[in-house]
């Protein structure tokens, strides 16, 4: 087992304990669970029975397993009986110095001389917590995030007097868990992820304490403009109120600058309204764990999502200077930890260092000392070149990002789930040729702006009006545009998350490889407007998944799952959407390794392959995309989808 561990026992069967043991005895560690509750226990039990049941149901695991995970888990009472063979303690009480310290001593008295002590606490320093023990040396912070079957990171933070040998084990059993290690190399209060968060669920606090929006406002803009999973009000609600402003006033305690401590989270957890747990917390739950907050998305455009996140720049500016992470393991950690779909710092690239200090300097009105930007802000928007990014984003609508070997070409309009406008295909092609010449760019991703989209093909607006030889024209020169990215003499990754339909689609099989987000949806749907494809959608598609494969989606205009793409050809990989920027950019890596003018030869020779006669077969559909502009059929296609009804198509 990892680092030599084989019994593991975890002390506090409360939220967060019962999921650790869970963890613990599905990568097969012998886990003692205590709790001086009997009533907890049993929750517990009954809790991890629920999730592994409802894992059973994914395909995370086999059914079969269930009872055979549950059968390594014992409870207990006593916590001198729960660690007395253990070779890890992991202690799980309430975030509370004095009862953690208390619980700490006894641990370390009952426990075996060669075992490592732990603690989750998610805010506390380590080396304050050591000094309990008479074993500082095998004292270390392993910090799980909720629920800790499903968050993939775990913090690890060794004490001033954590052995070297400690930490080694440490991670060891982490990775054994399947997770991802984070170090905090400082043992800083809240250590790295709560460090950023707590701030974050502070400043949304404020926003509303001080009447500049409503809290599902707050919440709206963070999880559909940002593409976090939960809004912060959400988050509290989820976590609970009473856990939350405990941590709060733990740090406040110890740090000052880290966060104000809104007066609204005192104000709820004084009332008893801690969220889920008590039915009532920021919104109202029918009871104990039930329901989620409504939280409505055309609520999303009435906060700037800087606003709440910008105080968090400068907790990872001081992060980065004491050396607690680097930002590289601070983007993965919040991607992981937290959901940012780019890590944290990639919302902040693409907001930029002036905004993010003008948003900082405005608020400075109400705490100059706490809202001054930090010293090192601009340090870590130049260690990831934001400068030189700030040049090459001139492009509006159309983002070019250059991070060599790579480069990402984002179609930037998420709004409008990155539909396509004439000055966008302009732009996308001024990139291509920016990035010809580029010997340090050796693979190029095209990706969509957002979660929701990769692109939904041309903006339906642009069809109206137009005559049979305007729409020739546009074909033609879209497909020009999108000839340059076939032809293209490096490698091309189009990076599919969410709807990738119409021109969209055009765009990415003209691309050398499709991986795509498991979340998303493929197709050619213009044959429902009484249209088809008219920029080499029907001829590529052809070459890439038969002849009947591609009838069968252009005729039905069937718009089909990342999983049955895969089956049929059209997508080389999917991935799971948690992953999905990570490996995106490990296949990129991996292709950038490869010999460039090698690359192009081959992809002149593979694109001539199954050409014959391909270019009459363009010519033809060029000539009759524009045709169908004289038809009575297309102008009611594109009324009813304006409409928002079934089209009644005449045959005209």
């Keep these: 087992m990892g680092g030599g561990i084989e019994k593991v026992t975890v002390i506090g069967a409360g939220r967060m304990?019962?999921?650790?043991?869970?963890?613990?005895?599905?990568?097969?560690?012998?886990?003692?669970?205590?709790?001086?509750?009997?009533?907890a226990l049993e929750r517990a039990l009954n809790r991890i029975r629920w999730s592994l049941r409802k894992l059973a149901e994914k395909g995370r695991i086999e059914a079969g397993e269930i009872e055979r995970i549950l059968a390594r888990i014992r409870t207990s009472t006593e916590i001198a009986e729960a660690v007395k063979d253990s070779d890890l303690v992991i202690e799980c009480v309430p975030e509370n110095l004095e009862i953690k310290r208390k619980v700490l001593a006894e641990i370390d008295e009952s426990?075996?001389?060669?075992?490592?002590?732990?603690?989750?606490?998610?805010?506390?320093?380590?080396?304050?917590?050591?000094?309990?023990?008479?074993?500082?040396?095998?004292?270390?912070?392993?910090?799980?995030?909720?629920?800790?079957?499903?968050?993939?990171?775990?913090?690890?933070?060794?004490?001033?007097?954590?052995?070297?040998?400690?930490?080694?084990?440490?991670?060891?059993?982490v990775r054994s868990l399947g997770k991802e290690v984070l170090i905090c190399r400082k043992d800083l209060p809240a250590f790295i992820i709560n460090r950023i968060l707590l701030p974050i669920l502070d400043e949304a606090a404020w926003i509303v304490k001080r009447g500049e929006a409503e809290i599902a406002e707050v919440d709206?803009?963070?999880?559909?403009?940002?593409?976090?999973?939960?809004?912060?009000?959400?988050?509290?609600?989820?976590?609970?109120?009473?856990?939350?402003?405990?941590?709060?006033?733990?740090v406040k305690k110890r740090d000052s600058r880290l966060i104000l401590l809104c007066p609204l989270i005192k104000e709820y957890y004084g009332r008893g309204w801690w969220g889920r747990i008590s039915g009532r917390g920021f919104y109202k739950y029918l009871g104990e764990g039930a329901g989620r907050a409504e939280v409505p998305k055309e609520l999303s455009e009435k906060v700037d999502p800087l606003t709440i996140?910008?105080?968090?720049?400068?907790?990872?500016?001081?992060?980065?200077?004491?050396?607690?992470?680097?930002?590289?393991?601070?983007?993965?950690?919040?991607?992981?930890?937290?959901?940012?779909?780019?890590?944290?710092?990639?919302?902040?690239?693409?907001?930029?260092?002036?905004?993010?200090?003008?948003?900082?300097?405005?608020?400075?009105?109400?705490?100059?000392?706490?809202?001054?930007?930090d010293e090192h802000l601009e340090e870590i928007f130049k260690l990831e070149g934001g400068e030189e990014k700030a040049e090459s984003e001139k492009m509006k609508r159309v983002v070019l990002q250059r991070k060599p070997p790579i480069a990402w070409i984002i179609l930037n309009r998420p709004e409008k789930l990155n539909a396509l406008t004439n000055e966008m295909m302009e732009d996308l092609d001024e990139a291509l040729k920016n990035l010809e010449g580029d010997d340090e760019v050796r693979v190029v991703v095209i990706r969509g702006a957002g979660e929701n989209a990769f692109s939904v093909g041309a903006d339906i607006n642009l069809f109206k009006g137009l005559s049979r030889e305007e729409a020739e024209k546009e074909s033609k020169r879209w497909k020009e545009i999108i000839d340059d990215i076939e032809s293209f003499p490096k490698p091309t990754i189009a990076a599919i998350k969410g709807y990738c339909l119409g021109c969209g689609l055009e765009i990415a099989l003209a691309c050398d490889f499709r991986l795509a987000s498991s979340n998303s949806i493929l197709g050619q749907p213009e044959i429902r407007l009484g249209l088809i494809p008219g920029a080499g959608g029907t001829q590529r598609l052809v070459k890439l998944i038969g002849l009947g494969r591609a009838k069968e989606l252009l005729m039905l205009g069937k718009k089909i799952s990342a999983e049955e793409a895969e089956r049929i050809g059209l997508v080389n990989m999917v991935i799971p959407p948690e992953d999905f920027d990570e490996r995106v950019e490990g296949f990129a890596l991996t292709l950038a390794e490869g010999p460039p003018i090698a690359f192009n030869?081959?992809?002149?020779?593979?694109?001539?392959?199954?050409?014959?006669?391909?270019?009459?077969?363009?010519?033809?559909?060029?000539?009759?995309?524009?045709?169908?502009?004289?038809?009575e059929d297309l102008r009611e296609g594109i009324d009813a989808f304006l409409s928002k009804r079934r089209p009644r198509f005449k045959g005209r």
């Design 17 to 39: 304990g019962h999921g650790i043991a869970q963890v613990a005895a599905m990568a097969g560690y012998m886990v003692k669970l205590m709790d001086i509750d009997l009533g």
């Design 111 to 173: 426990s075996q001389q060669h075992a490592i002590i732990s603690t989750n606490t998610s805010t506390i320093p380590i080396t304050e917590l050591a000094s309990a023990t008479s074993r500082p040396n095998k004292f270390i912070g392993i910090h799980f995030f909720n629920p800790p079957q499903l968050i993939k990171l775990v913090e690890i933070i060794p004490g001033e007097m954590t052995s070297e040998e400690t930490l080694r084990i440490a991670e060891e059993f």
């Design 220 to 250: 709206s803009a963070i999880k559909y403009r940002v593409g976090l999973p939960m809004g912060p009000f959400e988050l509290m609600d989820y976590i609970g109120l009473d856990i939350v402003y405990s941590a709060m006033r733990e």
């Design 309 to 373: 996140l910008a105080p968090s720049a400068n907790i990872i500016a001081r992060l980065v200077k004491l050396g607690a992470a680097s930002l590289e393991e601070i983007d993965k950690a919040t991607k992981l930890a937290l959901g940012f779909p780019k890590g944290i710092m990639g919302f902040f690239r693409e907001v930029g260092y002036h905004r993010v200090v003008e948003e900082l300097e405005r608020k400075m009105g109400y705490d100059p000392e706490y809202y001054k930007p």
């Design 601 to 631: 030869l081959l992809k002149q020779a593979i694109n001539l392959a199954g050409s014959y006669r391909i270019e009459e077969g363009y010519r033809f559909e060029s000539e009759a995309f524009g045709r169908l502009f004289e038809t």
